[in-house]
């Protein structure tokens, strides 16, 4: 196939970085969207990127995105105004003749769950289907990456311990890098997966407790599960100016989601499209060793 123009949004968040990393080697023309330049967009540009500044939210910015590409991936941050750029994003490809699509949705996107989020996650899929232009859609479970982040972090860091509400629920948490790997696999040769939908997993289920398990064998000190009640991380949640009381309903929702075992069991997409099985835990936690040693916590 020969070399193609392909966007990349969120590209300064771990998906989208990871796509971009996937795709540096292939010859394709990556453009990455981006809200603002600095530091990380350096990182996109030293990978081969094109940074193009704008926001999913200006219509004219996403159309200014979408000159001459070939294909997009699509993926926009928890918050209230996802129909807005999802609408934004399929008017602006429809107008570019833009041929492909791959929509990072969620594992709970359905119409009748309780988090807001998920059934606009389910409602931004039929419009990307009622748009006509080829689309794949994308349910990644529950990110490795939340071992990192600003509600989990901390606890592993300073006081050994990871305190997350997630019960004796099992699923497979899958991390970045291998969503982008899929990604880029997909925006490269799209055509035999337009209208499919994929749930991503990790390679192997597991509870908080084995997650804590796993942690402790790789930093090589005890990490211990604690069990939060859903509403106190909703509460924790809440106060990090980043994510705040929408992101926690969500999380809330999900929750409840894992407990009752809704998320249970894994597949082998992530094989089965790049010919690769994706990290595990403990791979994950090897790679990011630093980070749990380190004082960097992130949002």
């Known amino acids: ?123 931004a899929e039929k419009i990307f289907d009622w748009s006509g232009i080829p689309v794949t859609h994308l349910r990644p479970t529950l990110f490795t990456e939340w071992l990192t982040y600003g509600f989990s972090l901390p606890g592993i860091i300073e006081n050994d311990v990871l305190a997350i509400p997630f019960g004796t629920g099992r699923f497979s948490p899958i991390a970045a890098h291998d969503q982008g790997r899929v990604i880029a696999r997909l925006l490269s040769d799209p055509g035999p997966h337009t209208g499919k939908t994929y749930l991503l997993d990790g390679p192997q289920e597991m509870d908080a407790a084995q997650m804590a398990a796993e942690l402790s064998t790789v930093l090589d000190r005890p990490i211990r599960y604690v069990d939060e009640p859903i509403a106190d991380f909703q509460a924790t949640v809440a106060t990090i100016p980043q994510l705040g009381s929408y992101v926690g309903q969500h999380i809330g929702a999900v929750m409840v989601d894992l407990q009752q075992g809704l998320l249970a069991g894994t597949t082998d997409t992530v094989e089965q499209i790049t010919g690769i099985a994706p990290m595990s835990v403990r791979d994950f936690v090897t790679a990011h060793r630093d980070m749990f040693a380190s004082e960097r916590i992130r949002l």
């Open 1 to 123: 196939m020969s070399a193609w123009r392909l966007l990349i949004t969120g590209a300064t968040g771990d998906t989208g970085h990871a796509a971009i990393e996937a795709l540096a080697q292939t010859g394709h023309h990556i453009r990455a969207l981006v809200r603002q330049d600095g530091p990380k967009a350096d990182e996109l540009r030293g990978l081969g990127a094109e940074i193009v500044l704008g926001d999913l939210l200006d219509i004219d910015n996403v159309g200014s995105g979408m000159r001459d590409v070939d294909a997009a991936f699509f993926v926009f941050p928890i918050g209230p105004r996802l129909l807005d750029a999802t609408a934004y994003f399929a008017q602006a490809a429809h107008e570019a003749g833009v041929g492909a699509i791959v929509n990072l949705s969620q594992r709970t996107s359905r119409r009748d769950f309780k988090s807001s989020s998920a059934r606009n996650h389910w409602i």
